[in-house]
């Protein structure tokens, strides 16, 4: 996480609008993360995966936060770090740059 300082501005700005790849979905499925996948709206168009829309609950309807940002002694941090979404990955923070 070099560069991040952890206010989580981008979680909460953006953490609602956000696609997942179909790499992301392919890797969910084999790390068996049902946990991440039960919030992803997975897109099928000729039984191939396009993508999926972050972040929804169990009846499709948009999340009112990403389920996986974590407040601990006033810092945010990503709940699944380690297999965090693409998009997550390459957000570049403008406001520690
Ligand atoms: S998955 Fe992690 S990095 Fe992405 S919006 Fe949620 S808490 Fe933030």
Not at 16 to 42: G, S
Not at 47 to 52: A, D, N
Request: contains cysteine; proline residues 3%; glycine residues 8%.
């Amino acid at each position: 996480m070099s560069g991040c300082i952890q206010c989580g501005y981008c979680c909460k700005k953006y953490g609602m609008r956000l696609e997942a790849t179909p790499l992301d979905i392919a890797r969910w499925r084999l790390e068996k993360r049902e946990d991440i996948l039960v919030h992803v709206d997975i897109e099928i168009k000729n039984e191939e995966v396009k993508g999926g829309r972050l972040w929804v609950d169990r009846e499709g309807k948009n999340e009112k936060e990403c389920p996986f940002l974590v407040l601990k002694d006033d810092k945010y941090y990503c709940g699944i770090q380690d297999t965090k979404p693409e998009v997550c990955t390459w957000y570049y923070c403008d406001k520690y740059f």
